[in-house]
């Protein structure tokens, strides 16, 4: 008899209208293990857990669990057959305690609220060696207890196989240590796990076997420790790639965009940036590390004059531009583009076309009340040749786009306009490896003609690579500027989380000031 | 069996089309089995409907004019709003906006039409109701870019207020209330006919109202303005993506106050055209346009010329019904209104058809567990 699996998958095949998202899959779990389900984005991963976790349903194919066949149809089939999923995007209710999350999905919680919901899930948190607060508001808590809170609510509901759905991308290194000690631990009480990442490193360290998929098509399973990463991202994308990111050398220029002492408030008015010193230079990219949330975004919106700053200075080539208007700060040609996590949130209107995308930042520089499409039209024709964008035609609504395409077409526009300094925040978010070297050769091309690049990530192994240095915030305060060929993962992580500050390394200088700063002359100015 | 419902890639127009027509066809079916239900024969009555009774009538030509009456400020309404909808800002007050330009244009019939030549008062009435709507529009918007309110609420509460402000002014018996009849012991409004009205011009018989004209210019004012022009850009990016709008430097704020603005000033222009046509105030005087004026914009997915031919079918609709309802006496006018709801839905309904297909997979998938 065959050996018999947590949960087999055979012959699955799932289409989206003309979409294939899965054909003919096949993957088995064993029982206790820990299997990486490794692909490129639209490879289909998370289609194929959905129907596992019973989201979707498969247009055929048959899955078993412990070897019978089973139907799964809705969350509660799923749940039933111990099957629990923890999402990328959390589902959790905000304004709801962490008992409060579980219990609502709780099959034995009946039509009121005990009071001793608090203490049977603390109770069960420890059993499985989690520290939770059974009484603390999901609002108030951070990203990685908001998972645990997550993981915690799949297990209660008594999964014994867990899927985790990219689970590592909101956290820093501690954390995912942490995380994967949880999971070794689970894997020894007898749970499977699937993990789903994109991250070849984690697949090696963690998983027992990997699976791979390819556009819709289930590739092979091996097991990790008979293979490497090259041979990973060979049959993830099809064909051999070089995975070093090119680091171009290039004359540093003088200081281009320099910010002094900057504080700024979020919307809620905390501090979001805390008296933030930093400054680059022509040809040079810096790199902002920090865990989500940590004020990369008020600053970049503060360089792009879209939010008011409470003080500090910022000179752009020896001149002021702190209270200047985003259109001005956009003639001076300092260009900001921010990916938010959807994607489409700011920088493109996704329902317009790329040619009116295109002009979204000069439309008004012609004259008379009308809107000239034509020069739009030939940009969004030179952009699209050039970036290699993929799209019917240059009328196309942006929203119809693949991520990777989106991507180009907003930074082909920002490199259009000339700028000479460039803020881009998460620009291969959400890409897969093909198009975000594409999206890195792009900013590279531009370092080269000496435009100084502010590079806002979230990979560190990526930032380590690309930049030339590394800026670490923490809590919207600079833990240190460090070199990106000399720093490591681990010294990065540790300042992410605020438990080492570099700042004060070189005593001789304040961390974040120019040798050769401009400030002086912008003094003289006035 | 099972169904699946799939996302459609692309809709060819045609398919479009065919589909729009036939929920169209289809509700005529559904509103046949009703009138067969009452007795009537469904075939001569759509007949007297669409004709608008005009076959074998001696004074077809008034009947024609009478409908253009109801289609101008269902156009200039829809037009209107379909402006602020574009920046998605709902502005569901077009029958508070549309009141108040009334009033204005009413109030300066009265005040200025023995004084002044007429075309002028004509001007001034188009004018001031433009400018009452519009501030009324711009009040809810400026406090919806001041403090954040809700649009929603307000443009709709704003609809009872000028209401009411209407029913005070027709009924309140004073001096100062030159809005109504001096002659009446009983309140009611006064008419201004004799004063002032919009010329016709005259082919033949038939008179066209100047008004037609107008709204057809302002149609396509209103189509290259919102195609063509920096500002109609501006819209389309506000409504598409704030974020995105303030990045790109707009002057958000501006936009929405500007954009709402035009948004009410077109239906209070509406307003101006009808009482300067009716020549008298009443407190149906919107014949709810502002209302239909939503389901005509949506109908006609914001898009300019669909607005004109939405606008005509339901026009056909709702003077058709009263002209059908001369004959056919067991069938009351608000049929239309019956027809009208069950177009709506079924072309809500091939709307999603147009963007989904509807699978069914043979494969039987045996249930377990």
Sequence with gaps: ?526 | MRIHVVKREDCPLWKKILLYVGAVALALVLGGLVLLAMGVNPLEYYSKMFTMGMIGNKIAYKAVENYLKILVPLILTALGLSLAFKMRFWNIGGEGQFIVGAIAATAVAFLTGEALPQPLVLVLMCVAAMAAAGLLGVFVAALKVRFGTNETLLTLMLNYIALYVLTFLGETKGDWNFFLNPQSARPTFGSFASLVSFPKIMLGKFGLNICVLLTIVIGVLVYVYLKRTKQGYEIAVVGDSMGTARYAGMKVNTIVLRTVFFSACLIGLAAAFKVGTAGILSTSITDDVGWTGIIVAWLAQLNTVGIFLVSALIGVLQFGSTAAAATFSAVDSSFADMLQGVILFLVLAADFFTRFRVVITKKEVERHG
């Design chain 1, 1 to 526: 008899m065959a050996e018999e699996y947590a949960v087999e998958l055979r012959g699955i095949t799932k289409t989206f209208g003309p979409v294939v998202a899965n054909h003919n899959v096949n993957l088995n779990l064993r029982k206790g293990e820990i299997l990486s389900l490794l692909g490129e984005n639209g490879s289909g991963k998370t289609t194929l857990m959905n129907m596992l976790s019973g989201i979707y349903t498969p247009d055929s194919g048959t899955i078993l669990v412990d070897g019978k066949p089973v139907t799964i149809s809705s969350p509660q089939d799923a749940k039933r057959l111990g099957i629990g999923m923890v999402h990328q995007h959390f589902k959790l209710v905000d304004v709801f305690s962490a008992a409060d999350n579980i219990w609502m999905g709780a099959q034995e919680a009946g039509f009121v609220l005990k009071k001793d919901r608090y203490q049977k899930i603390e109770e069960m948190a420890k059993k499985f060696g989690f520290d939770l607060d059974p009484h603390k508001q999901v609002c108030n808590m951070a990203v990685s207890e908001k998972q645990t809170l997550e993981i915690i609510k799949v297990l209660y509901y008594g999964a014994k196989v867990i899927i985790l759905d990219e689970p590592t991308a909101v956290l820093t290194v501690q954390e995912i240590d942490k995380l994967f000690g949880v999971l070794r631990r689970m894997k020894e009480q007898g749970h499977s796990i699937i993990i789903i990442t994109h991250k070849l490193n984690e697949v090696m360290d963690i998983s027992d076997r990997v699976a791979i998929l390819r556009k819709g098509e289930y590739i092979t399973t091996v097991d990790t420790k008979d293979t490497n990463e090259q041979e990973l991202t060979e049959w993830m994308v099809g064909h051999k790639i070089d995975l070093n990111i090119e680091r171009p050398k290039v004359e540093k220029l003088s200081p281009l965009l320099e910010i002094r002492d900057l504080t700024i408030r979020s919307d809620e008015g905390n501090v979001a940036i805390d008296h933030v010193s930093f400054y680059i230079r022509g040809g040079e990219m810096l790199g902002v590390a920090g865990i989500a949330g940590c004020g990369q975004k008020e600053l970049c919106e503060a360089i792009a004059g879209l939010r008011p700053i409470e003080s500090g200075k910022m000179i752009h080539k020896g001149e002021n531009i702190v209270g200047l208007s985003p259109k001005e700060i956009l003639a001076k040609g300092i260009s900001m583009s921010f990916i938010p996590e959807d994607r489409l949130g700011m920088g493109l209107a996704p329902s317009m076309s790329i040619t009116d995308n295109m002009i979204l930042k000069n439309y008004n520089d012609t004259k008379g009340p009308f809107v000239d499409r034509k020069a739009g039209r030939e940009d969004a024709q030179r952009v699209i040749d050039e970036l290699g964008v993929v799209t019917p035609s240059t009328e196309t609504p942006v929203r119809r786009l693949s991520g990777g395409n989106v991507q180009k077409v907003l930074l082909g526009r920002e490199i259009k306009a000339g700028p000479n300094v460039i803020v881009t925040a998460y620009p291969v978010r959400g890409l897969d490896i093909n198009s975000s070297y594409a999206i890195y050769n792009i900013l590279n091309q531009q370092k080269k003609s000496g435009v100084g690049i502010l590079f806002v990530g979230e990979d560190l192994d990526v930032m380590m690579a690309l930049c030339d240095k590394i800026l670490v915030l923490c809590h919207g305060k600079v833990m240190g500027v460090v070199h990106a060929h000399k720093t490591t993962k681990e010294e990065l992580g540790l300042m992410m989380t605020g438990s080492l500050d570099l700042t004060h390394k070189y005593a001789d200088k304040p961390a974040g000031y120019a040798a050769d700063s401009l400030f002086d002359q912008e003094e003289e100015g006035k």
